[in-house]
């Protein structure tokens, strides 16, 4: 199938962006369904396989059973999301030996079975996205003491979701793969937005917020005013306000974590524990006062932002 095509860097056999996504792949539906459909967490368009009985429900390639993918690239890369339900996938490789070699690999196998045609292997992945990366040229090695040819078939089995399926030449990074290849999980949509410096006011008398409007009313009229006001009042309207940090917004974006096959799992930092809280500092009582210069009291003045009742 992709024997006579060209092979290096990525090559993306299936991709839930297309128009056509099964277009060289076979679909069955028992007992469960395959449809396309809206993820949450990535907020893009996904492929999901759901079926009671997983060997009932899958897609395959190529369409033809004689046919061969005929890709020789040894990674294999998938984006699949974890739904808490058994998952089965099977890939066909050829080897040195010209044998057909079967890795089947799914979540509820407890140990490595090894027999002369295939192999059965549990998966270790994570809830939620996952990037499984296979090296089959490594599995060949490791298991039949053969060196890997090609890649001829690719089986996926419910239960998940499956945003792309590509091979690459070697190992890729999140960051190196291009932009449409990579997946990004928004963690929580939730924004709390509160101005860098906003200010709190006080409850304070009718006179007291006719002085604050004066001395805030232009720059011309601020010498003036200025004077007519005592330290006292100008302490005292300075200390009846407080800072307030910025709340750190709760979106958070994150690389999809790598899954693997038969071995321990990437360990992923707990991204909800983020202490949407922020510290209230108070204006220190020794702050400068507007007597130590005119330049001075215009710059903090300049920098309050109050609003006041009508």
């Not at 963690?187 to 410096?197: A, E, G, T």
């Not at 409007?213 to 009846?240: C, F, G, M, R, W």
Request: glycine share 4%.
């Amino acid at each position: 199938m992709f024997r006579q095509t060209y092979q290096s860097g990525l090559l993306s056999i299936l991709s839930s962006q297309g128009s056509k996504p099964f277009q060289t792949w076979i679909c069955k539906a028992s007992n469960g369904y395959i449809k396309r459909i809206t993820d949450d967490d990535t907020n893009s368009l996904v492929l999901e396989l759901i079926s009671n009985n997983v060997s009932a429900t899958y897609v395959t390639c190529p369409c033809c059973p004689y046919d061969s993918l005929g890709i020789k690239m040894q990674y294999l890369n998938l984006y699949v999301k974890n739904l808490r339900r058994y998952f089965v996938m099977e890939i066909e490789v050829l080897d040195g030996k010209n044998m057909h070699r079967r890795f089947k690999i799914s979540t509820f196998a407890s140990k490595t079975k090894i027999g002369p045609f295939g192999t059965h292997s549990p998966l270790n992945w994570i809830e939620g996205w996952n990037r499984l990366t296979l090296n089959l040229e490594s599995f060949t090695k490791t298991v039949y003491g053969t060196n890997y040819v090609e890649c001829r078939r690719i089986t996926i089995h419910a239960n998940c979701r499956i945003r792309r399926v590509f091979f690459a030449d070697r190992e890729y990074k999140e960051e190196e793969l291009p932009l449409d290849y990579q997946i990004r999980c928004h963690i929580d949509k939730l924004k709390h937005s509160v101005p860098k410096q906003r200010m709190l006011p006080v409850n304070r008398s009718k006179n007291e917020r006719n002085q604050l409007k004066k001395l805030l009313a232009t720059p011309s009229n601020l010498a003036h005013v200025q004077n007519d006001l005592t330290d006292s009042n100008k302490d005292e309207v300075k200390n009846q306000f407080v800072n307030i940090e910025d709340i750190p917004s709760t979106e958070q974006i994150i690389n999809v974590p790598q899954g693997s096959m038969a071995s321990d799992v990437q360990k992923v930092e707990d991204l909800n524990d983020t202490d949407g809280n922020s510290d209230i500092e108070q204006i220190p009582p020794n702050q400068q006062t507007i007597q130590e210069g005119e330049e001075a009291n215009m710059n903090n003045l300049s920098n309050l932002n109050l609003d006041f009742e009508q």
